[in-house]
């Protein structure tokens, strides 16, 4: 029996590769982008299993709903209590979480999660690797309207302001980005 | 000693303040831990890196363990209350249109009258209001519940996460909420709505958030346990002297931490409340607590009036109930890790919740502690003892 399955993902390119990992298990997928009709799309669309990014805030209305099934709506259980512990550890270290139709066989789920799983360590990954590159590009821009400053007030060229600010690191034992970061502070206070 | 970080989840809100002084002033340090301290975008989220062991321990909704005593919420491990937080500091809030048609009914807008403002929102408010809550564990939603629960409306409680309340009132999901600062005041500050209660006109000393860690974890780690509490402890008195408030303000500001405007995380802090975007001011004692009035201890008696709220939501036995979340409030562990550093203990463990009308002195090792006014706004008198 095909298992119908709902993606919550906001980001198209994101939701396809989940469904790409998907897919080969011959299971039925539905992508809800974000948005306020949440928990009654998933009520219509009635599915099997929803998987949901743990950092995405709109999981607490599938988390709501979830409790809140009454004997009309199909039971939601949560898949926190209906497997194995591993599976569940490695789900939230990569960072998704899945709610469950009460009753669903343990290797079907097992065999979805795993899929998941997998796309979600990509995820974290690739979000690692952006941060670390955003936080490279704001360094480079302190760092640069530092040089400017120290430039101005010392009348040096900018290689003799990018040496002396890390003479100064050095010393102090920072990063030329935090000696950078004090600069453009404390010429903003005495502008 | 164990040089490791202890990692501890939260959740943005001002009630966070806390464990962000601990780790920014040195508190933690000064028992020689080093603090971890990890965001969560929603409550469940927490709740989960807190089972699964990716925090250590937590700043989470005072309901949360207790409902995760009763089994509620997909529990898989037992987690304790090692001390509370913080008391209040969250206010009730409503759409502008909704605060227009409040003024022309003739509502004042007194911020102190939980009765008035129920009677005055019966009139005006459509046929089926949506209540935005953090979570349906919070104190948020059971105060809402305790609050509307004899009046002719009819409402949804709708969970949003803190931060996104007030867009979720400016885009029409929602017709009023419950939250922790300052994700009220932004709503203000944003034109969304308007204030229109703190929630201490419903209970005047609600425990609000706690410090929990897992069962198994505090048995198997009992010095480091020790040492949090202690440094957390220190970090609240710290927050308790008016001096420091507007470096708290600014520090929490910072994107780590609650990442919002440092003057509307300082209208708590103040207890100086702008209620609409005409600029309405009102004072409010006891705003948010983080020490006074033993803020700080985890009282059984407030997890047993949890527990009587969600026994009564949940169709599940009250006297069972309470007795679970009584047992979660690790009072012996507060004793114990606390005396040393200064902190005034309580003769008694529990106490009648609600029984209060003014300050009162109580018993207690040091004979100086002075609980705060704790009155329910209907008057009611909840005896843990009583089921």
């Keep these: 029996m095909k298992l119908h399955i709902v993606i919550v993902e906001p980001d198209e390119t994101r939701a396809r590769l989940v469904i790409d990992s998907l897919l080969p298990l011959g299971h039925q997928v539905t992508v809800i982008g974000e948005g306020a009709g949440l928990a009654r799309r998933v009520r219509e669309i009635a599915p099997d299993i929803v998987l949901i990014d743990m950092a995405n805030p709109s999981r607490d209305t599938l988390e709501e709903m979830a409790l809140a099934a009454g004997p009309m709506d199909r039971p939601v259980a949560f898949f926190v209590d209906r497997t194995d512990g591993d599976l569940t550890r490695q789900a939230i270290e990569a960072g998704v979480s899945a709610y469950v139709i009460d009753g669903l066989q343990p290797d079907r789920v097992a065999a979805v999660m795993d899929a998941a799983i997998a796309r979600f360590q990509m995820f974290q990954r690739m979000r690692r690797e952006l941060e670390t590159t955003r936080r490279a590009l704001e360094e480079r821009k302190l760092i640069d309207r530092a040089k400017g400053i120290v430039m101005k007030a010392r009348g040096v060229s900018e290689e003799e302001a990018y040496a002396l600010m890390r003479k100064t690191a050095m010393d102090q034992g920072r990063k030329v980005a935090d000696v950078a970061g004090a600069i453009v502070t404390a010429a903003g206070l005495l502008s | 000693m164990n040089s490791a970080p202890l990692r501890i989840g939260f959740v943005p809100l001002l009630d966070m303040a806390p464990l ?200 198997d780690n009992p010095e480091r346990t020790a040492s949090l509490m202690r440094a957390v402890w220190r970090a609240g008195k710290w927050l308790c002297d008016r001096g420091n408030r507007q470096v708290a303000s600014e520090l929490l500001a910072r994107p780590d931490y609650v990442n919002a405007p440092v003057d509307l995380l300082d209208r708590a802090l103040r207890g100086e409340m702008v209620l609409s975007a005409r600029g309405e001011l009102r004072k409010v004692s006891g705003m948010i607590r983080f020490h006074e009035g033993a803020a700080t201890f985890p009282w059984r008696s407030q997890a047993a009036w949890f527990a009587s709220v969600l026994a009564a939501r949940h169709g599940l036995d009250a006297a069972a109930a309470m007795a679970s979340a009584k047992a979660i409030c690790r009072t012996e562990l507060y004793r114990r890790n606390l005396r040393g550093v200064g902190a005034d203990l309580p003769g008694a463990s529990e106490k009648l919740e609600g029984a209060l009308e003014h300050p009162t002195a109580v018993a207690s090792e040091r004979g100086a502690m002075i609980l705060p006014a704790d009155r329910f706004f209907d008057g009611h008198i909840f005896d843990p003892e009583a089921h």
């Design chain 2, 20 to 219: 962000a002084i601990a780790h920014e002033l040195g508190f933690a340090q000064a028992e020689g831990l080093a603090l971890e301290l990890r965001p969560a975008p929603s409550w469940s989220s927490l709740r989960d890196m807190l089972l699964w062991g990716q925090v250590e321990a937590a700043h989470i909704l005072a309901p949360l363990p207790v409902a995760m005593a009763l089994g509620l919420g997909g529990a898989v491990a037992r987690v304790d209350i090692l001390q509370n937080l913080s008391m209040n500091g969250v206010v009730i809030g409503v759409s502008t249109a909704l605060a227009d048609a409040l003024r022309a009914a003739g509502h004042g807008f007194g911020f102190d009258d939980a009765h008035r403002a129920a009677a005055d929102l019966a009139r005006v408010a459509p046929a089926r209001l949506r209540i935005g809550v953090p979570f349906p564990f919070s104190t948020q939603a059971a105060l809402v519940d305790y609050w509307l629960r004899h009046t002719p409306l009819s409402w949804d409680l709708c969970t949003i996460p803190p931060p996104r309340m007030a867009e979720a009132l400016a885009a029409g999901e929602i017709d009023a909420f419950c939250v922790g600062e300052p994700w009220g005041s932004l709503a203000v500050e944003t034109g969304a709505g308007a204030l229109l209660l703190p929630s201490r006109a419903i209970w005047a000393a609600a425990p609000e958030k706690v410090l929990a860690a897992r069962h198994d974890w505090v048995g």
